[in-house]
């Protein structure tokens, strides 16, 4: 009389498991790049919107204007201020404001900064951090853990290298 084994060892249901637990470790963080790269074209794109907005406004009053979650005044309300349906679930805070040493009415950049308190704190963007995007179409990324702002790198002959984060984090 043969006797019919139906279902599965716990040595094999052990196995699985490990195997399922290395794949999903292997996968886990490049899943997790994706969705923060996903999310950064997103804020991209909301810069070049903003962008074509401040240039309409412009057309019509002779001036940007700089706007943020705290601006209440009726003209900044046509920009939004946050990526997706809340704030609270942004990635992103959306931001214009004056180009250094210069006035609102010539210059504005524009600023994606991930994860404030304003939105989804949680998220962040180590490689490109706050993302920028000024009237004269320069674009700018304050990530890395060398810098803190938009300013120039130098590689390792001395010279400057302004173009490879914005590379990097622009499309």
Not at 18 to 40: F, H, N
Not at 64 to 74: E, L, V
């Amino acid at each position: 009389m043969t006797r019919h084994r139906n279902g599965f060892t716990l040595i094999e249901l052990l196995m699985v498991l490990a195997i399922v637990g290395i794949l999903t470790s292997v996968a886990y963080p490049s899943y997790a790049r994706q969705i923060v790269k996903a999310r950064r074209v997103e804020a991209q794109l909301a810069l070049l919107d903003l962008m074509q907005r401040q240039e309409q406004y412009r057309a019509q009053h002779y001036s940007y204007i700089a706007f943020s979650m705290t601006t209440g005044a009726a003209d900044t309300r046509q920009f939004r201020t946050w990526l997706g349906n809340s704030a609270a679930t942004s990635a992103y805070e959306l931001d214009g404001e004056a180009c250094p040493e210069q006035a609102i009415g010539a210059c504005i950049v524009l600023r994606a900064r991930p994860g404030t308190a304003n939105v989804n704190a949680a998220f962040s963007d180590p490689e490109c951090g706050t993302l920028t995007l000024d009237s004269t179409g320069a674009q700018g990324a304050s990530g890395g853990s060398d810098s803190s702002d938009s300013s120039d790198s130098t590689d390792s002959s001395g010279a400057s290298d302004s173009s490879s984060r914005p590379t990097r984090c622009w499309p």
